[in-house]
């Protein structure tokens, strides 16, 4: 699943520390989201829409196969 989340938070100015921080998970676990390595759970998802003010299809871009 292809994900928009690097433009986003570069846009509000967040390094990968401080939207680790604010959704209480790892600087690891957002890299690996950025490199779409990682799939996150739909309560994840959310929080990640919800901090960028966005819905989750707004982030988070599902190809089917």
């Known amino acids: 699943m292809k994900n928009r989340i690097p433009e986003l938070r ?4 967040f390094t990968q ?8 998970v790892s ?3 957002i890299i690996s989201l950025e490199n779409e390595k990682y799939n996150p759970s739909i309560l994840l998802a ?4 919800k901090l960028f ?3 989750i299809e707004e982030v988070f871009i599902f190809e089917e196969e």
């Open 27 to 29: 600087r690891q676990t």
């Open 46 to 49: 959310y929080q990640i829409a």
């Open 10 to 13: 570069k846009q509000l100015g």
């Open 17 to 24: 520390q401080i939207m680790a921080e604010k959704l209480s």
């Open 53 to 55: 003010g966005k819905t």
